[in-house]
């Protein structure tokens, strides 16, 4: 189906051994293998660009990602749901997964947090968590999914992102949504994605108060993405027609992160 619709197209399958290998591989070693395995020749062929100097082979390896979003993108579908799970095959425990130790958990005040709301939306108040606890809740047992090769079931409780923009009045011609976090961590989105049944705003795990170290007071559960576009302790959330990048994606990794 995807070589009828353009002959173009039919390099896909190699971008998607690159996707793969993007998954697996930490960054410097990236570069080798991506430099020895496509050569320099194959990177100017699918990207157009003059293979000289790291540089441009960075340049050329953002090109053929920035493919890869696209793609991605083109083939998501927001009405097909990741699989779910019984509570008998909850990971216990969970996993905690951070670019800093464990014993460097940010630690959040729940009375004093604000959450946030900015951009392309009518209501730009800032919610405290007694009012995101208010709203109707849903919850899902799915899948997390790690870039570095692991995965671990758990349950996650929260408010359906697509019904709070509905709430803020965004504009859900938008583009992006981004999320800014008290780590410091940073992501974005692609909007159908933010409109997905299954994207939450994540409030509770395992039917308890969301822990400081799964994410408090708020993270974004999404079972159709790669764990690092999944956002902890979010502060803030604005929705962009300009691009917003994010912490792991601005140093090579895919944008569109798709499990």
């Not at 979003?69 to 990971?91: H, N």
């Not at 974004?220 to 917003?244: C, D, E, S, W």
Request: net charge neutral; hydrophobic share 35%; glycine share 8%.
């Amino acid at each position: 189906m995807i070589i009828r619709k353009s002959p173009r197209l039919v390099a896909i399958d190699g971008d998607a051994v690159v996707k793969e290998a993007l998954r697996r591989i930490e960054l410097p070693t990236r570069r080798k293998f991506l430099q020895r395995s496509l050569t320099l020749g194959g990177l100017s062929l699918l990207t157009g660009c003059a293979i000289v100097d790291e540089d441009s082979v960075e340049n050329a390896l953002m090109k053929v990602s920035r493919f890869n979003d696209k793609v991605q993108g083109w083939l998501f579908d927001p009405r097909q749901l990741a699989p779910s799970y019984p509570e008998s095959m909850i990971t216990r425990p969970f996993p905690f997964n951070a670019y800093y130790r464990e014993d460097e958990i940010r630690q959040v005040d729940a009375d004093s947090y604000r959450l946030e709301v900015t951009g392309m939306v009518a209501d730009k108040h800032a919610w405290t968590l007694a009012e995101l606890q208010a709203l109707p809740q849903t919850d899902q047992v799915t899948r997390h999914i790690c870039v570095e090769g692991w995965s671990a079931i758990g349950k996650w409780g929260g408010v359906r992102f697509s019904d709070f923009l509905a709430r803020v009045g965004a504009d859900t011609s938008a583009k992006y949504v981004g999320f800014q976090c008290s780590d410091d961590y940073y992501t974005s989105i692609d909007m159908p994605t933010a409109l997905h049944p299954q994207t939450l705003l994540t409030l509770t795990y395992d039917g308890a108060q969301l822990p400081p170290k799964y994410g408090f007071p708020m993270k974004l559960r999404m079972p159709t993405k790669l764990g690092y576009k999944n956002p902890k302790h979010i502060q803030a959330i604005f929705v962009t027609n300009t691009y917003p990048g994010g912490y792991w994606e601005d140093q090579g990794y895919n944008w569109f992160g798709g499990s």
